[in-house]
């Protein structure tokens, strides 16, 4: 028994000591972490938590709604106001001033303000809203003189629907001595560019900017006059018979629908299969201020994306739900539903499935590829908003210049180390050069390769080519 007591003393001691060893060890690791962990949060410091965001009564300022509505915002420290904006020049001249921090903007709007389109200012977008998620809309008048010329099978119009079948229409009106007159929402919005892609392929001309002789209407030598009408206002501004039809976002084409003032012809989903429409832009001196911040944005924004797109749009009705409130776009929740949860509908009845009518997260939406940008360069320069010849480079440096899939890739690599996203979604940054892996698919077939602008502007009968100026 006492051997047993002498034994047992010594080896207590030594399991004292050891034990008392690992503490101090793990001690000291757990201090080297916590000052680890200290250090990189001292470097992701929040440069800015109480920001100010813009946004326009529309369906795909969703991420917005969604990121301040379920807390990812705040997961990153942040805490964000949004605030309604009266139209898209209010928005881009407050980002500008300093007013707002960032904003919901037109995917053409940190391009045409950083070439000096308009308002001349630097802006630079890190995330991309959505693809798709606009359509064309006539008024009952127009669609009853359209729809003997649109092909039918079953009783219903075969899409999609060309703009041949609209050319016979504003012939007529012309040889009554009527312009014919369409809206959409900015003269460097995804709407003007796809409302001009969808008529000239359908051999009507939808006019020319000429900038350095001061005329900015975007209506010479138009057979269809072209002007902006804020998003809201314009299923009132065609009953009124202002235009004839218009090219916005949801809702405000199922609206006309649940008028019954008008129909939906053709989405942009139709003219451009996957286009990008929105993004979320800042100054460029922002961005250089504030970078942790800048990132903090950009992860809360693509965790609402993913949430927005998630189990097969299995969130949308609650997403609706949310959009309908006051605060957010404001529209009676069955219409903003009728095209976000998986279908659209045109004709009074003619609903149909259209699952990628809105997508937010799915096929990389979120990322800001350099070949979206330089689609919207090579239409700015095709109608004149860009009045001379550029060369190919020139292109893709605009394209770096605004678009910043750098900071994308850090704020997606924070989440998947954090365990909030995995890598299978998003693309390999390692190897990413920028341009879409899929081929773009437009109306008219015509193929876009973005790695020679000039070739694909020149390839169309109708716009500017080469040389030529107005």
Same mark, same amino acid.
């Given at each position: 028994m006492q051997r047993h007591t002498h034994i047992t003393q010594p080896a207590a001691s030594s399991v004292w000591q050891q034990s008392r060893q690992w503490c101090l060890g793990s001690t000291l690791a757990l201090g080297l972490s916590l000052l680890g962990a200290a250090q990189v949060q001292a470097q992701n410091a929040l440069e800015k938590e109480d920001l100010n965001f813009g946004f326009i009564k529309l369906t795909d300022m969703a991420p917005l709604a969604i990121a301040y509505e379920r807390g990812y915002f705040e997961d990153e420290g942040l805490f964000v106001t949004l605030e309604a904006q009266a139209n898209w020049k209010v928005l881009l001249d407050r980002v500008i001033d300093g007013e707002l921090d960032g904003a919901h903007m037109l995917a053409g709007q940190p391009l045409g303000a950083t070439i000096g389109y308009g308002t001349e200012a630097h802006i630079v977008t890190a995330f991309s809203m959505d693809l798709n998620g606009n359509a064309i809309t006539v008024s009952n008048d127009v669609w009853s003189k359209m729809k003997p010329h649109v092909p039918h099978e079953d009783g219903k119009p075969v899409h999609p629907i060309t703009a041949d079948t609209l050319k016979p229409v504003v012939e007529s009106y012309r040889n009554e001595g009527n312009p014919f007159r369409m809206g959409m929402v900015f003269p460097v919005s995804t709407h003007n560019y796809e409302l001009r892609y969808w008529l000239a392929a359908g051999g009507l001309h939808p006019g020319f900017y000429a900038p350095l002789r001061g005329d900015t209407s975007g209506q010479r030598d138009a057979d269809v006059l072209l002007s902006v009408t804020p998003p809201p206002q314009m299923p009132s501004t065609m009953e009124a018979g202002t235009i004839h039809g218009y090219c916005v976002g949801e809702p405000w084409n199922q609206q006309a629908v649940f008028m019954g003032i008008g129909v939906p012809v053709v989405t942009n989903y139709q003219i451009w299969r996957n286009n990008p429409?929105?993004?979320?832009?800042?100054?460029?001196?922002?961005?250089?201020?504030?970078?942790?911040?800048?990132?903090?944005?950009?992860?809360?924004?693509?965790?609402?994306?993913?949430?927005?797109?998630?189990?097969?749009?299995?969130?949308?009705?609650?997403?609706?739900?949310?959009?309908?409130?006051?605060?957010?776009?404001?529209?009676?929740?069955?219409?903003?539903?009728?095209?976000?949860?998986?279908?659209?509908?045109?004709?009074?009845?003619?609903?149909?499935?259209?699952?990628?009518?809105?997508?937010?997260?799915?096929?990389?939406?979120?990322?800001?590829?350099?070949?979206?940008?330089?689609?919207?360069?090579?239409?700015?320069?095709?109608?004149?908003?860009?009045?001379?010849?550029?060369?190919?480079?020139?292109?893709?440096?605009?394209?770096?210049?605004?678009?910043?899939?750098?900071?994308?890739?850090?704020?997606?690599?924070?989440?998947?180390?954090?365990?909030?996203?995995?890598? #299978?979604?998003?693309?390999?940054?390692?190897?990413?050069?920028?341009?879409?892996?899929?081929?773009?698919?437009?109306? #008219?077939?015509?193929?876009?390769?973005?790695?020679?602008?000039?070739?694909?502007?020149?390839?169309?009968?109708?716009?500017?080519?080469?040389?030529?100026?107005?």
């Open positions: 429409e929105k993004v979320f832009g800042v100054s460029a001196s922002w961005a250089e201020e504030n970078p942790n911040t800048h990132k903090a944005v950009v992860k809360a924004l693509i965790r609402a994306a993913h949430w927005l797109d998630a189990d097969n749009n299995a969130n949308r009705e609650a997403a609706a739900d949310i959009l309908s409130w006051s605060n957010y776009v404001g529209a009676d929740v069955d219409v903003i539903a009728n095209s976000m949860t998986g279908t659209f509908e045109y004709e009074k009845g003619d609903q149909r499935e259209v699952p990628d009518f809105n997508v937010f997260f799915r096929h990389h939406a979120t990322y800001p590829f350099y070949s979206d940008a330089i689609w919207f360069l090579t239409q700015m320069r095709r109608w004149g908003q860009i009045p001379d010849a550029k060369p190919d480079s020139w292109y893709l440096e605009m394209a770096k210049k605004v678009y910043r899939p750098d900071i994308y890739a850090e704020a997606a690599r924070e989440l998947i180390a954090e365990g909030k996203m995995s890598a #299978d979604l998003f693309p390999d940054f390692d190897n990413e050069d920028g341009m879409r892996d899929t081929p773009a698919e437009f109306i #008219d077939g015509t193929p876009y390769d973005p790695t020679q602008p000039n070739a694909y502007i020149d390839s169309f009968e109708i716009g500017l080519k080469n040389d030529e100026s107005i």
